[in-house]
T-cell receptor
Framework: NAGVTQTPKFQVLKTGQSMTLQCAQD?????MSWYRQDPGMGLRLIHY???????DQGEVPNGYNVSRSTTEDFPLRLLSAAPSQTSVYFC??????????FGPGTRLTVL | AQTVTQSQPEMSVQEAETVTLSCTYD???????LFWYKQPPSRQMILVIR??????QNATENRFSVNFQKAAKSFSLKISDSQLGDAAMYFC??????????????FGTGTRLKVLA
């Protein structure tokens, strides 16, 4: 049982480039979410999904897109990366809003 | 809007001693969940303990326990017999019910715990 997996672990982008952070879970959880973690600011919710085909914005959604075509996968897209998006990104999943299980995180640097 | 406040950016404790990390939150909801997560240097977020607001009894997990004061909107974490492996960043989190069966988690800014040998 792999739990929540994220790829890549590290990524460096240039301003304006696009990329997709991958997140997958094998626990059949309906709830998935993306957070960013910045020094001194804790974790802030970017987008979340309560099931396949259903997504909604969190606290800091600007500059990010998501989709949920399957229960297992919840990719996060950066369409045009900016230095302000330099951060550590976490994906999490849970069942019925219970305890969230987190992936190992992706450290993204935008130059 | 709901908020979670951790007023102690950093705490230190001597090995084998007890330490308490503070967390307060602001909400008008009556039904919610509270969590403490640990983040060691590996960056992995690990659940330490959770508390349902409707339960009056304080949650306990081995050396970790909480003091949940619903009226005061306080949710502190007590670590007994501190060990070197407890050194980490600790985050308090609140789960609020949202529209149409959704919910959102709100995290505090974290408390860095140092354990001194």
């Amino acid at each position: 049982n792999a739990g929540v997996t994220q790829t890549p672990k590290f990524q460096v982008l240039k301003t304006g480039q696009s990329m997709t952070l991958q997140c997958a879970q094998d626990m059949n959880h309906e709830y998935m979410s993306w957070y960013r973690q910045d020094p001194g600011m804790g974790l802030r919710l970017i987008h979340y999904s309560v099931g396949a085909g259903i997504t909604d914005q969190g606290e800091v959604p600007n500059g990010y897109n998501v989709s949920r075509s399957t229960t297992e996968d919840f990719p996060l897209r950066l369409l045009s990366a900016a230095p302000s998006q330099t951060s550590v990104y976490f994906c999490a999943s849970s069942s019925q809003g219970d305890t969230q299980y987190f992936g190992p995180g992706t450290r993204l640097t935008v130059l | 809007a709901q908020t979670v406040t951790q007023s102690q950016p950093e705490m230190s404790v001597q090995e084998a001693e007890t330490v308490t990390l503070s967390c307060t939150y602001d909400t008008s909801e009556s039904d919610y969940y509270l969590f403490w997560y640990k983040q060691p240097p590996s960056r992995q977020m690990i659940l330490v303990i959770r508390q349902e607001a409707y339960k009056q009894q304080n949650a306990t997990e081995n050396r970790f326990s909480v003091n949940f004061q619903k009226a005061a909107k306080s949710f502190s974490l007590k670590i007994s017999d501190s060990q070197l492996g407890d050194a980490a960043m600790y985050f308090c989190a609140y789960r609020s019910p949202g529209p149409s069966g959704t919910y959102k988690y709100i995290f505090g800014t974290g408390t860095r715990l140092k354990v001194l040998a």
